[in-house]
């Protein structure tokens, strides 16, 4: 059976809150032992208390399944260090101002890493009548497309989803846009400084 918490994670959780197992046990409705056992790996805690666990120990239901506490650092919003999810599933594109867990389709999906624009996923952003014209030099077939294009300002995103044997452009108003955003299906996130 695959673990889906640790015993590790709850532990470290629990000490991070200062709380001994009897005491987190106490607010769960369980033994101590109970505890003791998930801790060293004897046992897992049943599904029906994941919610009541995740909720003594402070984080949500999909931080207490990760492993991870999200802390987000990004406390003034500036949009330009916000991060992208996109579902491998159906497609689903998720922006979030700063860290975040997020799933969907029952995936726990990593944010996007952006890498330079290159060759094969050349992004171009041109002046034109106030706006940013984005081209992408990329094929959009049905197996192989740009899904979307997004420009990036420290206030906000503009975002346009594109479709295979569409054309990869895009228009956006210049205003103190800082990164563009392309998205391949095949390959990811490709970015250009503004």
């Known amino acids: ?29 369980v033994s101590g032992k109970a505890v003791s056992k998930w801790e060293t790996g004897q046992g897992f805690p049943d599904i029906s208390l994941l919610e009541p666990l995740s909720k003594a120990l402070g984080i949500s239901v999909i931080e207490l399944l990760s492993g991870e506490s999200i802390s987000n650092r990004n406390i003034s919003s500036n949009m330009t260090k916000c991060k992208i999810y996109v579902c491998p599933v159906c497609g689903n594109v998720i922006q979030s101002a700063g860290e975040a867990v997020i799933s969907c389709c029952g995936i726990t999906l990593p944010a996007c890493r952006p890498e330079p624009a290159d060759e094969e996923h050349g ?64 390959h990811g996130l490709f970015e250009i400084k503004i």
């Open 1 to 29: 059976m695959d673990r889906y918490v640790t015993g590790a994670v709850i532990r470290r959780l629990r000490e991070s809150k200062g709380l001994t197992q009897e005491e987190l046990a106490g607010r769960i409705f």
């Open 123 to 186: 992004i171009s952003a041109q002046i034109s009548d106030d706006e940013y014209c984005v081209t992408v030099n990329h094929p959009m077939e049905k197996g192989h497309f740009i899904s979307f294009i997004a420009a990036v300002s420290d206030n906000g995103i503009q975002f346009i989803r594109l479709y295979p044997e569409g054309s990869a452009l895009a228009r956006f108003r210049i205003s103190r846009v800082k990164i563009i955003y392309a998205y391949c299906n095949r």
